[in-house]
């Protein structure tokens, strides 16, 4: 009976490994690798993204069950628990004697009637039983893994596949249908990628792929498609952009990653996300691209390096705004345009990779000049003290100069976009009186040229000052030619009674614009000529010339005023004219002996005064009945009513010296000549306009302003005001000619009003 128990235990035993061991072997040491074959399928080679490791597969080996001899066994009938019997003891079965505890203690004895094959059998049910509890439960777990894998098996073989065709180093190299889950490995290491074709095999399910690269010296191509070709052979791929469009993109992702020239290999990233390098002349030797399901956590890696490129980083602090946001990439612009806000100092950096060196800049600030270069984020220019920067010097140094250039270009006021200067030119402008309201900076190749970046101004040199822009003129006295001079530098003879009978002027520009000059005169007997151009002789060897007048025309004539004066006979050297102005006499016969011409920025002042540069017979026979006029102060106002100008003058009976002569308005009635004396000043008087500096003295009548709005003294009441007699007893003046009478000329001075 012992021998045919111990052949029941075993064939349990047996039964149950049997029943046990499919859910002992993991299905996946049976997954198919997505080629039938178990082998990787390569255009170089494909392995699994996260390196070598070993392909799915593997030895298909199972473990039996343990079984413990001593464990207890359960009656599947009774619930009763045999228990093994001890060392040195029999079991129960073994002992007909033996009894058990009965109920309520009574003592109980096995029935000696039970026969060996009847223990038997129970202990064949038993065997069985226990084998109907183990199979449910590995039938269950079996059929959940083979759902799971297969569903993932169809993902790889039937859904998608990538399709990768690559121009690598001169060949074309092709890869079709590379399932799921599988990296596809483009090019290699020492090679050059330069022309990429992606698209997708799909069975049932639409969308497309569509992919984009970074090319040296031409930037970021355009988008290609499902197919399509990128780039050309002979330029080198550095970066790409690769993602998933319609359908497939919903339930698929790709990611993606780049062997970087003298790098290796960048990070893992996806969804059209950078991958590679720009920037950096470092072309991309290797891609690697995989198809994979969809899930919400797929995303670059964070503190991950897929891309990397050559950058600038800038901040400008502007008037009114302060610190502006910091701007970044290979071309950038800081502070404003089109707000009239001057740009107060400038931070810049590069990101130079693994490059070394820096990136220097100096400023040229109002009222200070070129300050000390900085470099690196630290602060060019001020700071709270409202001072404008004017011009800008970059420069790269170390392996940064020898392998890139800096271009910068500067937008300032009422001009615009100046031209582009770089590696530490100057850029702006200085001693012009403009502000610098924008910079833009841009980081390119070594000799790759001017970025070709935006629409460029008229105004295209990249440097103004007052020296870059100069005149050229000379004079024909009688009988000969006389030696050209320039800015500003007098052309003729003075105190020498030598008369000039004609003239001639050029201009000279800085490299970017150019500028034409222009020129009249009046001669006596003769007149006015017509207009020459440079370098033209205007007048003769003959007639005296009496009066110029000078333009300037071209971009030069957007950034510069011309100033001219002359030197008269009996008078000296006039007021300066400018633009097209008389300059000189007319009328009077008096020759000029001399003039000087200088060319002054826009937003700039006058080279000196601008009153009485032109004397007619009005004035000569003002400053001929002034000198025989008194005044108990140095200060004598002359007024000629019908001639309708003012004349201002400083010095003494005999001895006056006319400050400046001007048009003026008129009373409208009746004329009133006679010597006054100036009583009183007035800041501002009327009731619904206002009339400013008021100097009080002429009977009911004063000298004012120009009627203006009440309270304003930008917006005339009406135009048209001065040379006319309309007034209702004053004179009106010009409002800054008004201010000097009001500021100079003390009560007490003589006023004289004639009419001629």
């Not at 859904?159 to 060949?171: C, E, P, Q």
């Not at 000629?640 to 003494?652: C, F, H, S």
């Not at 004063?702 to 135009?719: D, R």
Request: hydrophobic share 35%.
């Amino acid at each position: 009976m012992e021998r045919r128990l111990s052949e029941r235990v075993v064939a349990f035993v047996l039964t149950a490994a049997m029943a046990v061991s499919p859910a002992l072997a993991p299905l996946s040491a049976y997954a198919d690798d997505g080629n039938g074959s178990g082998t990787p399928s390569t255009i170089g080679s494909v392995d699994s993204p996260e390196g070598d490791q070993t392909p799915a597969g593997g030895t298909n080996e199972t473990t039996d069950p343990v079984v413990d001899p001593t464990a207890p066994v359960v009656d599947d009938v009774t619930n009763d628990v045999e228990k093994p019997a001890a060392d040195g003891e029999a079991g129960n079965e073994t002992n007909p004697d033996a009894t058990t505890p009965g109920q309520d203690g009574e003592a109980t004895t096995t029935d000696p009637q039970k026969t060996d094959e009847e223990v038997e059998g129970k202990k064949e049910v038993d065997a069985q039983q226990q084998d109907k509890k183990a199979e449910p439960e590995a039938v269950s777990t079996q059929t959940a893994e083979q759902k799971k894998d297969e569903k993932k098996e169809e993902a790889k073989t039937v859904s998608v596949a990538l399709n990768a065709d690559a121009f690598v180093s001169g060949n074309w190299a092709s890869n079709k249908e590379v399932a799921l889950d599988k990296v596809v490995t483009l090019g290699g290491a020492g090679q050059s990628i330069e022309a990429l074709k992606l698209s997708l095999g799909l069975k049932e399910i639409a969308g497309g792929i569509t992919y984009r690269g970074y090319v040296a010296d031409k930037g970021w191509l355009d988008w290609a498609s499902d197919g399509a070709q990128l780039g050309e052979p002979g330029s080198a791929i550095e970066a790409v952009r690769i993602k998933l469009t319609g359908d497939v993109a919903n339930k698929y992702d790709v990611r993606y990653r780049v062997y970087v020239q003298d790098r290796g290999w960048m990070d893992w990233t996806c969804g059209g996300e950078l991958a590679g390098t720009s920037g950096l002349d470092k072309r991309a030797e290797s891609i690697e691209i995989q198809l994979v399901e969809k899930t919400d956590g797929l995303t670059t890696a964070a503190n991950s390096t897929p891309y990397e490129s050559m950058g600038l980083k800038a901040q400008a602090h502007v008037q009114r705004k302060g610190d502006m946001p910091v701007q970044t990439g290979q071309i950038v612009t800081v502070g404003t345009t089109g707000s009239s806000l001057r740009m107060e100092s400038v931070r810049i950096a590069i990101n130079a990779g693994d490059w070394t060196g820096n990136v220097n800049y100096q400023c040229h600030v109002q009222r200070k000049g070129w300050m000390n270069p900085v470099r690196n984020w630290e602060l060019g220019g001020t700071t709270g003290k409202s001072l404008r920067v004017e011009a800008l010097k970059l420069w790269l140094d170390g392996e940064l100069e020898k392998n890139f250039d800096i271009y910068y270009r500067l937008h300032i006021q009422t001009i615009g976009w100046l031209g582009w200067a770089k590696n530490g030119e100057e850029a702006g402008s200085a001693d012009f009186g403009r502000r610098v309201e924008s910079i833009q900076i841009a980081l390119v190749k070594k000799d790759a040229g001017v970025p070709n970046v935006g629409p460029a101004s008229d105004a295209s040199p990249k440097f103004l000052s007052k020296s870059s822009a100069s005149v050229n003129y000379h004079v024909l006295l009688q009988g000969r030619s006389g030696a050209f001079v320039s800015d500003g530098a007098t052309a003729g003879t003075t105190g020498q009674k030598i008369p000039i009978t004609g003239m001639s002027g050029t201009v000279q520009t800085v490299e970017g614009f150019g500028a034409d000059l222009s020129y009249s005169v009046h001669q006596s007997k003769i007149g006015w000529s017509k207009w020459f151009w440079n370098g033209d002789t205007a007048g003769n060897f003959t007639n005296n010339v009496e009066c110029i007048k000078i333009r300037l025309h071209g971009q030069a004539a957007k950034l510069y005023n011309v100033y001219y004066r002359a030197h008269i006979s009996n008078y000296g050297w006039l007021g300066w004219a400018k633009n097209g102005e008389q300059a000189g006499s007319v009328g009077v016969s008096l020759p000029m002996q001399a003039y000087q011409v200088v060319l002054v920025p826009k937003n700039l002042g006058a080279p000196g005064s601008t009153k009485n540069h032109l004397l007619s017979s009005k004035e000569i026979k003002m400053d001929s009945r002034a000198q025989k006029q008194s005044s108990r102060t140095k200060w004598l106002v002359m007024i000629n009513d019908g001639g309708r100008q003012i004349g201002v003058y400083y010095g003494k009976k005999g001895a006056w010296k006319r400050q400046w002569v001007s048009v003026c308005a008129t009373p409208s009635g009746n004329q009133f000549d006679g010597t006054f004396t100036v009583t009183g000043k007035t800041y501002v008087s009327g009731t619904g306009y206002s009339s400013w500096y008021v100097t009080e003295g002429l009977g009911s009548g004063s000298i004012h302003s120009e009627l203006y709005t009440e309270g304003s003294k930008t917006n005339l009441w009406w135009g048209g005001q001065l040379g006319n007699n309309e007034t209702h007893g004053c004179y009106r003046l010009p409002i800054d000619l008004a201010k000097y009478v009001y500021d100079k000329v003390p009560i007490g001075s003589t006023m004289v009003v004639y009419n001629a």
